[in-house]
T-cell receptor
Framework: AQSVTQPDIHITVSEGASLELRCNYS??????LFWYVQSPGQGLQLLLK??????LVQGIKGFEAEFKRSQSSFNLRKPSVHWSDAAEYFC????????????FGKGTKLSVIP | NAGVMQNPRHLVRRRGQEARLRCSPM?????VYWYRQLPEEGLKFMVY????????ESGMPKERFSAEFPKEGPSILRIQQVVRGDSAAYFC????????????FGSGTQLSVL
């Protein structure tokens, strides 16, 4: 069975600083990988996803993520964080074409210092 | 174009009562998924429904939990005789076809059992 680990429960960064949120997955084949963001009182919003091809994926709001098969990782990055990025971030894995379930990590809460 | 609507946003029940959580999918979506997020855990898949059919309930607890998605009206997640361990955030997602590639999530229902 697949699993997702987000090692950091809570991260605090200063506005304008760079950000990297870590995600490691466990799955035997090539996974489908996702990053979602949940702002307070909101539903989960898809930031970006990786299915195949270029391992560097661009998403919305200036986020990007890189799939590294050798490290089983799919870390989320942003070069300059804005105060509005404060939220909880979830990494998720799907098991490929035709699947409908997602397995989520426990989430990383991001706080931004003005 | 309204997104996935869940209500109520917050639900408080005493032990032994029933909880009914509602989910209206996005317009045109006939596939609905329920996920549960226990405190300090990631979202976990519970059940997948299509109109009038339960397709996959592999993540549902064997007792007290049921789900339906009638021909008319919202999908309902029903929890009978709630216990404190049922306290969690319950998220609903919908999609146009059976896929995890393009899920739209609601804001969730926070269930608190006293």
């Amino acid at each position: 069975a697949q699993s997702v680990t987000q090692p950091d429960i809570h991260i605090t960064v200063s506005e304008g600083a760079s950000l990297e949120l870590r995600c490691n997955y466990s799955y035997g084949a090539t996974p489908y990988l996702f990053w979602y963001v949940q702002s307070p009182g909101q539903g989960l919003q898809l930031l970006l996803k990786y299915f195949s091809g270029d391992t560097l994926v661009q998403g919305i709001k200036g986020f990007e993520a890189e799939f590294k098969r050798s490290q089983s990782s799919f870390n989320l990055r942003k070069p300059s964080v804005h105060w509005s990025d404060a939220a909880e971030y979830f990494c998720a894995v799907g098991t490929g074409a035709g699947s409908y379930q997602l397995t989520f990590g426990k989430g990383t809460k991001l706080s931004v210092i003005p | 174009n309204a997104g996935v609507m869940q209500n109520p946003r917050h639900l408080v029940r005493r032990r032994g009562q029933e909880a009914r959580l509602r989910c209206s999918p996005m317009k045109g979506h006939s596939h609905v998924y329920w996920y549960r997020q226990l405190p300090e855990e990631g979202l976990k898949f519970m059940v997948y429904l299509q109109k009038e059919n339960i397709i996959d309930e592999s993540g549902m607890p064997k007792e007290r939990f049921s789900a339906e998605f009638p021909k008319e009206g919202p999908s309902i997640l029903r929890i009978q005789q709630v216990v404190r361990g049922d306290s969690a955030a319950y998220f609903c997602a919908s999609s146009l076809v059976a896929t995890n590639e393009k899920l739209f999530f609601g804001s969730g229902t926070q269930l608190s059992v006293l």
